[in-house]
RNA sequence: GGACCUGUGGUGCAGCUCGGAGUGCACGCCGCCCUGUCAAGGCGGAGGUCGCGGGUUCAAAUCCCGUCAGGUCCGCCA
């Protein structure tokens, strides 16, 4: 049917649009030749594509269009005759009939054929964004993407949040991410950067009294791509006032949960908690997809006093694959490669049969041990179990990426299991000159029942920071903020951060702390990865415009490239010989 | 910085293990035929630096070394 958002001076409708209740009418519908059968000189078919769908147009007598040629269709909706409905297309029950073609644009054949029968080199596809982009896959992506973003913003209006723009051009704060470098004109050998987030502006935004602040935020950060991981990527940025982790959880909730029940039909009821230690101590991850079982056990205490040196460690943990009991050896091998490639020292594996344990070290174990490993998870007859026994934290992250290789659904597959994962340690490790390495960000609020901690045994020491995980991917995280100077200060200490450093980094921003800080917290999350599990895509590019190769580059434009003689003059640039 | 996978007419593949003439399949493209197709059909045709460079060999798409590009992952991503 004709709306009055579809119809424009050459067309009436979009071809996805016409239907039964169109018959009779005379309409004009502009788009791209998907396919053209001709039938000698006395009848012609050509299917016309727009962002819409098909419709069939039958012309009377010969047709010169080529597939991809733009054009205008004028023609009469009309019912298809008996027995020629075609019922795999939308618009299958009609067609425009006498119909006058006019060439709005001749094209030369595409690079690649644009159905879906075979999968296109991406590489190719990138090169040929804006053919690739014509294809429905990539047309329904980035309308789904427009459509979460809409409702996000919708979500957070609703619940008083204002939109505020932040600087793309900011100062450069050495910590995190490394940053994207932006030289100044103006000021020769002085540089903005891009920012890896607006966290610090946000933060003042809280102390410029703009109590719930959102924005649907670029993010750049020059660290190595992924599937998940662009240089630049979206964030749905939030910073509120007077709030506790809970009042953050309800804001992002909401949005995500209106997201998600526009993108699927379905609004999951909750979403639910875990700790951090926890989700390392079950799913070997700080990101666990709950969408499957093989839950990781702790078999240390049957290990205690073992004899088996291979199991003399801090820790004895295990996994149990259902039905893992047929892999053949080789695949064992691999699993074992794959265990050391994650850095432990070997991976054990017992098949559970019907005689009993069937292992190369089913031998050197006595009757106890024995007994706990065909025990793990409930085994059955024809399950296998892998064993790791090492440090704590790394015998739960190789089994734990094992039991994703081994158990994980595909994207597209399974329901979407979010997961709050709360209680991060506050600092993770040391770094080279011995000081504690922040696990968020320096502002973060530490719990504050541990904040003794500090001095005695800090890795201890949890934080108010916490993450959304969907399905195994990070969504976002967020925290509490520090907004008193005492705290902070102590932070800074024990990250190793001056005053003098402090001041040159943050200085404004703890300026502006000493001008009434309410207290604080915020959350940001990857709208690039919502909307690719949405969309049930395993890579972010497929929700992405225009987005880079794993080297950075863009395959269209050639970027990154040279800039000109006069751009670098002006900037006062000068170049190293390359090394 | 590292590991692994991939690279063959415009597109998607097979050929590589075990060297023997650029061999094959599907789609697309070009021409002709065709009045109800919709993965249209029939006949004919064009189209190749087997990513690039080097080596081994009488002979390399195939084996070896290097390199480039793409992908997945580790490191990195407060």
């Not at 709208?527 to 929700?543: C, Q």
């Not at 395959?555 to 006069?566: D, F, L, W």
Request: hydrophobic share 40%; aromatic share 8%; with cysteine.
């Amino acid at each position: 049917m004709t709306n009055p958002y579809e119809s424009t001076s050459l067309r009436d409708l979009l071809c996805g649009s016409v239907t039964r209740l169109d018959i009779g009418k005379r309409v004009s519908v502009c788009g791209w030749v998907a396919k053209r059968r001709e039938h000698g000189e006395h009848l012609a078919f050509v299917d016309l594509r727009d962002r819409s769908g098909l419709v069939q147009c039958v012309v009377p007598g010969s047709v010169d269009v080529r597939s991809e040629y733009v054009i205008r269709v004028s023609g009469t909706v009309t019912a298809r005759p008996e027995g020629t409905v075609n019922d795999k297309l939308a618009t299958g029950e009609v067609e425009l009939t006498d119909c006058v073609v006019e060439v709005l644009s001749a094209a030369e054949p595409p690079p690649f054929q644009l159905d879906e029968r075979s999968e296109v080199d991406e590489l190719i596809r990138l090169r040929y964004r804006y053919v690739d982009l014509r294809r429905e896959k990539m047309q329904h992506n980035l309308r789904l993407r427009a459509k979460v973003n809409a409702t996000l913003r919708a979500a957070m209006d609703r619940q008083g949040f204002c939109e505020i723009e932040t600087p793309l051009l900011w100062a450069p704060t050495p910590e995190g991410a490394r940053e994207f470098v932006v030289p100044s004109r103006l000021h020769p050998g002085d540089f903005y950067v891009l920012p890896q987030s607006p966290q610090i502006a946000k933060q003042l935004m809280m102390v410029g009294g703009f109590d719930r602040y959102y924005q649907i935020a670029r993010c750049l950060r020059d660290e190595d791509l992924r599937a998940d991981r662009q240089f630049e990527f979206t964030q749905m940025d939030i910073e509120a006032s007077f709030v506790t982790q809970e009042d953050i959880f309800r804001f992002v909730s909401e949005a995500v949960l209106d997201a998600a029940e526009m993108a699927t039909g379905e609004r999951p009821p909750t979403i639910e908690r875990m700790t951090w230690s926890d989700a390392l101590d079950l799913y070997g991850t700080d990101k666990p997809d709950l969408r499957f079982g093989m839950v990781l056990q702790n078999l240390s205490a049957a290990f205690a006093t073992t004899e088996v040196k291979a199991f003399s460690a801090p820790v004895v943990k295990a996994m149990r694959v259902p039905g893992g009991a047929d892999f053949t050896r080789s695949r064992l091998d691999t699993l074992t490669e794959q265990a050391k490639a994650l850095g432990a020292k070997g991976l054990a594996w017992f098949r559970v049969t019907a005689d009993g344990l069937d292992s190369p070290l089913a031998r050197f174990l006595n009757d106890a041990e024995a007994a706990a490993i065909a025990a793990v998870d409930g085994a059955q007859v024809g399950d296998l179990i892998l064993i790791v026994a090492d440090e704590y934290e790394l015998a739960c992250k190789v089994l734990g990426a094992l039991r994703l290789v081994l158990g994980a659904p595909p994207v597209s597959q399974g329901p979407h299991h979010y997961v709050w994962i709360t209680d991060f340690p506050m600092f993770e490790g040391v770094d080279e000159d011995g000081y504690l390495q922040a696990a968020h960000h320096p502002f973060t609020m530490p719990n504050l029942e541990d904040i003794d901690l500090i001095d005695t045994d800090p890795l201890k020491v949890r934080s108010q920071s916490y993450d959304l995980v969907l399905n195994g991917w990070e969504l976002g995280s967020g925290s509490v903020r520090i907004h008193r100077g005492d705290i902070q200060s102590k932070i800074f200490t024990a990250l190793g951060i001056s005053d003098e450093v402090a001041e040159s980094r943050f200085g404004f921003l703890l300026g502006a702390f000493k001008y009434g800080a309410p207290p604080h917290a915020g959350f940001a999350f990857g709208i690039d990865r919502l909307t690719a599990i949405f969309a049930g895509e395993d890579n972010i590019r497929e929700v992405i415009a225009f987005p880079k190769t794993q080297s950075g580059a863009d395959v269209m434009t050639g970027a990154p490239k040279q800039i000109t003689e006069r751009q670098t003059r002006e900037l006062r640039l000068k170049f190293a010989p390359k090394a």
